[in-house]
Nanobody, 119 residues
Framework: QVQLVESGGGLVQSGGSLRLSCEAS????????MGWYRQPPGKQRELVAT???????TYADSVKGRFTVSRDNNKNTLYLQMTSLKPEDTAVYYC?????????????WGQGTQVTVAS
């Protein structure tokens, strides 16, 4: 089992910055791909950014150039640095960790942290 706890959300003005953290505990290891997803009000959950083993990162087009995902394996923590925030970035942000073998897939979610960007 893996437990994920997000922190760092809050209310920020348009153009501002926030840094989200996701602390993992339990049977987490560096081979897990970790990522951030978000769910805007009334919409489906969507990918924001991922950080895979080997340092490979991916970003949604809507956040490229504004958000940076990073990971500290020593602290088992994933970060999301968000800059130039826009009202459309308002959402509940969720941390995810997943890992697969030929026998089983492992997929875990945090409880989410609210980010609200005021115009």
């Amino acid at each position: 089992q893996v437990q994920l706890v997000e922190s760092g959300g809050g209310l920020v003005q348009s153009g501002g910055s926030l840094r989200l953290s996701c602390e993992a505990s339990g049977s987490i290891h560096s081979m897990y791909t970790m990522g951030w997803y978000r769910q805007p009000p009334g919409k489906q959950r969507e990918l924001v950014a991922t950080f895979a083993s080997g340092g490979i990162t991916t970003y949604a087009d809507s956040v490229k150039g504004r958000f940076t995902v990073s990971r500290d394996n020593n602290k088992n923590t994933l970060y999301l640095q968000m800059t130039s925030l826009k009202p459309e970035d308002t959402a509940v942000y969720y941390c995810n960790a997943h890992f697969g073998t030929v026998l089983r897939a492992y997929n875990y979610w945090g409880q989410g942290t609210q980010v609200t960007v005021a115009s």
